[in-house]
């Protein structure tokens, strides 16, 4: 027990004296710990007792909330080595704050299936977007000791969140939608007070980054690189192909 407090006591002092993009960073982990904690507890009991969902169907909509983030993280994976991050941040907490406030609204396996890939769309850049916040400005001999905070931060959040939770479900189930959404929509709100961007001025997106899934448009512009990747079988048959190399063949190799 007195291992765990020195340890948590020294969570504290670290983000204490973080620089302060990387104090919003570990905000940013606990907003979201605290958000996924007000909501995911309480999800089956209001999809099936107040929207009417199946049960079977339960964990395919949970499934569409980690889909959204699948789907998106090839096109918006590094976005903020190329936009910067104060925008991504601002964009992705509002954006998964608001989904959850649509959550509320919406009823129907259909709608809730919609909301939790849009929410997993803009989530998808939140976690790694704030990591980088911190890395960008914290040391590199101190980055193992900041992230270490980061982490208590977020299992804070994840130990607040089910006990607001279950305070909003005791009035209503939708009610934690509400507190979620809320949440986020406050993290995004100190981004944008107190979050100064931290993209270094002089760097440059990688045009060989791999993490988008736009570079296999390569493929359609090199014939030869498409016939590595993808097998292509010729119409004509084998027979047809020989006689035709034949006929192509200078008349002297012929002789």
């Known amino acids: 027990m007195i291992k765990f407090f020195k340890s948590f006591a020294s969570a504290i002092t670290t983000f204490c004296r973080a620089p302060g993009p990387a104090q ?10 605290v958000a996924d904690g ?5 999800f089956a009991l209001w999809a099936h007792e107040v929207a009417g969902i199946p049960i079977k169907f339960i964990g395919l909509l949970l499934g569409c909330y980690a889909g959204g983030e699948l789907l998106a993280t090839p096109f918006v994976g590094g976005i903020a080595d190329r936009v910067g991050r104060r925008p991504v941040l601002l964009a992705s907490t509002c954006g998964v704050g608001c989904g959850f406030v ?3 609204m919406v009823r129907g396996a259909f709608a809730v299936a919609a909301s939790l890939i849009i929410i997993g769309v803009f989530e998808s850049v ?3 977007t704030a990591s980088t916040v911190i890395a960008d400005v914290v040391p590199a001999e ?4 900041h992230f270490a905070a980061r982490s208590v931060m977020s299992n804070a959040g994840s130990m607040a969140g089910p006990a607001l939770g279950a305070v909003l479900a005791l009035h209503s189930l939708g009610l934690v939608f509400l507190g979620a959404g809320v949440t986020l929509l406050i993290a995004g709100l100190v981004v944008a007070t107190y979050l100064a961007e931290t993209r270094p001025l002089d760097a440059q997106p990688d045009e060989d ?3 988008t899934i736009l570079v296999l448009t390569a493929v359609f512009r090199d014939r030869r690189l498409a016939m590595l990747i993808v ?5 004509k048959s084998p027979r047809a192909g020989s006689a035709r ?3 192509s063949m200078p008349t002297s190799a012929a002789h």
């Not at 007000?38 to 309480?42: D, G, N």
């Not at 101190?142 to 000791?145: L, P």
């Not at 097998?231 to 119409?235: C, T």
């Open 24 to 33: 919003v960073g570990m905000v940013l982990f606990f907003a979201a710990a």
């Open 38 to 42: 007000i909501l995911m507890p309480f």
């Open 102 to 104: 649509l959550l509320f």
């Open 126 to 128: 939140l976690h790694p």
């Open 142 to 145: 101190a980055r193992r000791t």
């Open 209 to 211: 980054d791999d993490e």
């Open 231 to 235: 097998p292509l079988r010729s119409s």
């Open 245 to 247: 190399s034949r006929r």
